[in-house]
């Protein structure tokens, strides 16, 4: 028998979201298999016995890893447990539960029974994501593209085109929530510096994901070769006076190229309303269609469109946003980013 080595209060967040998740009594026991890992813990429900993991916040390249070590658990239970990690826990007999009140459980064991299937949120339960504004997502997007960087409002502001005040309060909310650690004290040339790129970058994806706007255009396109029509169209923003960024997959395939084709596109454009979007779209000489392959999108903040870059012919919006945008779109859309987010951090 091998005691675990998990601290208290993480032993006691891990029984009570399991409790939550099955009415069948819920008690901590000795693991059974070695070695132990430090976030292990033995668990029995009814008569059954399992090894749980606590994962914290969870995502497809988390659920891989516990998939490769031994002894596998064979529950894996966190904060919040990802679209994509959960059907890959699933497909591989994994079951899971999370904080936000989801769970899958499907075990049959000497004779015993536990069947648990609960969706929970489409979110994490605490919702830090209200309380980030437009200028906090802004500063967050000019961090994580020059992390290189040392942080002060000024160069911020560089970055993002926004006032000293909204700059400031923006920098002062990441500071609060842990993001940045100061390194010399007062005034707009205060120097900070980002404290986990990954961490900022995962909750930066939250709140651009709560905050996205839901004014969309779906435009019908017929192309064989969608980087070059792609191309085409951004030359005739170009002649109308009309800014614009791609984003989504086909953003991501050029900044961190994959296997997989692309066949639509996401694009920023400079618009604030739908007959902007529509001015857009005629200018571009594109037109509006139910479920078209080529989706028009105001910018979401000041900072996306002055941080976008131009690369092989295309106006590409900042990485962090891309990110943000495909992490949300299913199992594959979550690869994509995980590829896009390897890449960049491994640059940075």
């Not at 008690?27 to 298999?33: E, F, G, M, S």
């Not at 916040?57 to 904060?79: A, M």
């Not at 290189?148 to 006032?163: L, N, P």
């Not at 960024?245 to 190229?257: E, Q």
Request: hydrophobic fraction near 40%; charged fraction near 25%; charge should be neutral.
């Amino acid at each position: 028998m091998y005691t675990d080595t998990i601290d208290a209060p993480t032993r006691r967040r891990l029984l009570a979201a399991l409790q939550a998740a099955t009415p069948a009594p819920v008690r901590a026991c000795p693991l059974k298999h070695g070695p132990v890992h430090p976030l292990d813990v033995g668990v029995r429900i009814v008569s059954i016995e399992f090894r749980a993991r606590w994962v914290g916040r969870c995502g497809l390249r988390k659920v891989r890893d516990v998939l490769t070590t031994r002894p596998r658990p064979e529950i894996i239970i966190g904060t919040e447990i990802s679209r994509g990690a959960r059907e890959e826990a699933l497909n591989a007999g994994l079951g899971w539960v999370d904080e936000t009140g989801g769970a899958e459980l499907h075990f049959v064991r000497d004779g015993a029974l536990i069947d648990v299937s609960r969706p929970g949120l489409d979110g994490p339960r605490s919702r830090p994501a209200l309380q980030w504004t437009v200028a906090v997502l802004g500063a967050a997007e000019a961090l994580l593209t020059h992390p290189d960087q040392t942080v002060t409002v000024s160069s911020t502001r560089e970055h993002t085109g926004y006032s000293v005040e909204a700059t400031t309060r923006a920098l002062r909310f990441l500071e609060d929530r842990g993001h940045l650690e100061s390194t010399a004290r007062r005034g707009p040339q205060s120097a900070r510096r980002v404290v986990n790129l990954d961490r900022l970058l995962e909750e930066y994806a939250d709140a651009a994901t709560d905050k996205r706007k839901p004014l969309s255009l779906s435009c019908g396109v017929s192309w064989n070769h969608p980087y070059v029509a792609l191309e085409a169209i951004g030359e005739r923003w170009d002649k109308n006076g009309i800014e614009w960024a791609v984003t989504g997959a086909m953003a991501a395939s050029i900044l961190a190229p994959f296997a997989t084709s692309v066949t639509s596109g996401e694009v920023y454009v400079d618009a604030v309303s739908l007959t902007e979007l529509d001015r857009a779209a005629a200018a571009a000489d594109v037109r509006p269609i139910e479920s078209g392959r080529l989706v028009l999108r105001p910018f979401p903040t000041k900072a996306t469109h002055k941080l976008s870059t131009q690369r092989d012919g295309l106006w590409i919006a900042p990485w962090p946003r891309v990110y943000a945008d495909v992490a949300h779109v299913g199992v594959r859309g979550e690869e994509i980013a995980e590829h896009l987010k390897e890449v960049e951090l491994t640059h940075a």
